[in-house]
């Protein structure tokens, strides 16, 4: 593995921390953090300065990047503007099942739109009673001629109200198998017959997420993504992307974590002494730098091997693990390193903090990651 960047990739990067720098800065982002308010216009800088481009097909007005490239691009974003990293995350699994699935109609005209700002498709999977157990979902899609009826209830679709579509998850009213009957659709969000509930979380205050009630709408059969009863196998095609970019756009949050506190350390005078001269800060800081270097070292692994064709199956999972945990650690650290300050609501590091715990949750929880990376470590063992 080189880990050292193309001339390309340094220049990219160098151009969107100065865009986000000037486009997302942190007073910005706090501010829109303390109004619950989505980034609408740092979003909408990225696609003006090409980022969302990246990845998509030439021909929707896309520029060819690898999955290197994208994990740079989800790393800054977190570093600089957290919730554009977060955001950005969510839409690649979506975008690419629509790259690798959809019909060149459905392709043209979300691919399109995303590129010149639209935000992601959002991803409409979870239910009440199906949350790791994603399989065991009861909405529904009833073909009628020409047409689709859905019904069912999707809970924490992130995007939901705000976004123009919904990438909306079904089983066949017929279907008896849990994996062979889901189908995955594309779900205008103005569709008759939705309706939205917003959702107030602990973190996350500027990505909106909503329970959706979904009630005869109805939209042509064509929206289907994909094969009809392949919706399952579809979705897990691109799961392991969007854990790696969380994972990035997590090690990023997690670095901005390490700086505020560094510098917090050199500051911060108590017993006539800066912070950062006692001992007991100093490893604290020190453990710190390790999980950051060991988590950035992990998702480059990942992204290389992707790159290079390799099977993550295992390796994105306990990616994932690691890195979840390890960005909860080093964002509690910092709130540690300040103190009283880094539990106000006014510094940078507690909304860190929030944002970051999701991570272990969403995207597969940590339990799901064991399950995933346990028996494959197995069975790897056994061929050898």
Not at 227 to 233: A, H, L, M, R, V
Not at 298 to 320: L, P
Request: glycine share 8%.
């Amino acid at each position: 593995m080189d880990f050292r960047w193309t001339e390309e990739q340094e220049l990219l990067i160098q151009s969107l921390e100065e865009l986000l720098q000037r486009e997302a800065p942190e007073t910005l982002m706090a501010e829109l953090d303390a109004r619950h308010e989505f980034p609408f216009k740092p979003w909408q800088a990225l696609a003006d300065n090409g980022i969302l481009a990246l990845g998509i097909p030439e021909e929707y007005g896309g520029v060819p990047a690898d999955i290197t490239t994208l994990t740079l691009v989800c790393e800054t974003l977190g570093k600089y503007a957290l919730p554009l990293g977060i955001i950005y995350s969510l839409g690649i699994i979506t975008i690419r099942d629509i790259i690798q699935f959809g019909s060149e109609e459905i392709k043209a005209k979300v691919l399109g739109g995303f590129v010149r700002g639209d935000l992601p498709v959002a991803l409409g999977i979870t239910e009440p009673q199906a949350g790791s157990d994603a399989a065991a979902m009861k909405a529904t899609a009833q073909i009628d001629g020409d047409d689709v009826i859905f019904n069912g209830q999707k809970m924490y679709c992130t995007l939901a109200k705000i976004a123009k579509y919904i990438l909306l998850m079904t089983r066949d009213a017929q279907g008896t198998n849990p994996y062979a009957s889901i189908s995955m659709w594309l779900l205008p969000t103005d569709t008759p017959g939705l309706r939205f509930n917003i959702l107030n979380k602990v973190g996350w205050w500027t990505v909106p997420t909503y329970e959706v009630f979904i009630e005869n709408a109805r939209v042509p059969r064509k929206n289907l993504v994909g094969q009809f009863n392949s919706g399952w196998p579809q979705l897990m095609a691109n799961f392991e992307i969007e854990r790696l970019a969380l994972c990035a756009a997590s090690v990023g949050a997690a670095e901005a974590a390490l700086e505020d506190s560094l510098s917090y350390a050199n500051r911060r005078v108590q017993f006539g002494n800066p912070i950062g001269s006692y001992q007991a800060v100093q490893h604290i800081l020190t453990d710190m730098a390790i999980k950051n270097e060991n988590m950035r070292n992990y998702i480059y692994k990942v992204a290389w091997m992707m790159d290079q064709g390799q099977s993550v199956r295992h390796e994105h999972a306990m990616c994932k693990l690691y890195v979840a945990r390890a960005a909860c650690e080093v964002t509690d650290s910092a709130v540690q390193i300040m103190g009283g300050l880094g539990y106000m609501m006014d510094h940078r590091v507690q909304r860190l903090w929030r944002d970051i715990r999701l991570m272990r949750i969403g995207g597969g929880t940590d339990e799901i990651m064991y399950n995933i990376a346990g028996p494959q470590l197995l069975k790897h063992a056994r061929k050898s």
